[in-house]
């Protein structure tokens, strides 16, 4: 489900950012995927409430 891969993204970029600091490319780029993923739980429940 997109609720687990959420949490496993935001883990997976506390972890990066606490070894690569917070403006490391490495971060960001978490950071985005999970902005993504984020994205999408979003319009999902858009979408769902337009029904």
């Not at 999408?40 to 979408?47: D, G, I, K, S, W």
Request: aromatic share 4%; with cysteine.
């Amino acid at each position: 489900m997109i609720h687990i891969d959420i949490e496993v993204k935001r883990s997976e970029m506390v972890l990066i950012a606490k070894k690569f600091g917070m403006t490391a490319s490495k971060t960001v780029k978490c950071s985005q995927e999970l902005d993504s993923l984020l994205n999408c739980l979003q319009a999902h429940r858009y979408n769902h409430r337009k029904l």
